[in-house]
């Protein structure tokens, strides 16, 4: 849940945290969050019940038929666009928000061990993945325009051709984010494995980037950082 016009990390709680967390599988979280006024809910309790959805939370359950209409559209969009419309781009940009974020906090930690570090390696890193998420992203764009051209049917081979690549394409898109998958998971609870994303250690659900290196910048923890920014 998020405000308006931004997509956030999504954390923990749900059914997607095995596939993001642990599996590195492409996972998205839709939903209405409540308003100032909203009714209480009840959640985990025995008053989370159809009765309280009926009389207080959803009646006549016109939210519940709008998102199921919203991962609808979403899901056929998916399934029926021959190139997935996923962008490694703008992945590299929100790693380098995460990165910034991450800067902010060693420059007010009150560890000195921490507070002068600057992650030059990870700039570069990110750099790196930007330049070649951006010419991804281009040549993706340009087989998505094939598909519509008008090819004559006794040249079949070219559409053989184009959809093998394509295929080639979907493929890289959908293993990008396990690309992101360490392994040996993150420092007190390995089940984790995305070193970019998980639920913050101390914050419940809330959902946490770059979190090993953030927790071991919070400890003060300079091997630990050095750690991190090398799995990284």
Do not use: C
């Amino acid at each position: 849940m998020t405000r308006p016009g931004r997509i956030g990390t999504m954390g923990s709680g749900s059914d997607f945290t095995a596939f993001q967390d642990f599996a590195g599988i492409p996972s998205v979280d839709l939903g209405f969050g409540p308003s100032p006024n909203s009714p209480v809910y009840h959640y985990h309790s025995n008053y989370d019940s159809f009765a309280w959805m009926d009389n207080f939370g959803d009646k006549e359950w016109h939210y519940h038929i709008a998102i199921t209409k919203v991962w609808s559209l979403f899901a056929a969009s998916l399934i029926e666009t021959p190139v997935l419309r996923l962008n490694a781009t703008d992945y590299a940009t929100g790693l380098a928000t995460y990165l910034a974020s991450v800067k902010d906090l060693t420059a007010a930690s009150p560890h000195t061990s921490v507070n002068a570090l600057a992650f030059p390696t990870l700039d570069a890193a990110i750099t790196a993945l930007r330049t070649t998420a951006t010419a991804f992203d281009a040549r993706a764009a340009a087989l998505a325009e094939k598909v519509n051209e008008d090819v004559p049917w006794w040249k079949w081979w070219q559409k053989v051709k184009l959809y093998v690549e394509i295929m080639k394409v979907n493929t890289k898109y959908k293993y990008l984010e396990r690309k992101f998958l360490h392994e040996q998971g993150l420092d007190g609870r390995t089940w984790f494995k995305h070193v970019v994303f998980a639920p913050g250690i101390w914050t419940g659900y809330a959902g946490a980037t770059f979190p090993g290196l953030v927790e071991r910048v919070g400890e003060g923890d300079r091997e630990g950082v050095e750690v991190s920014v090398r799995v990284l």
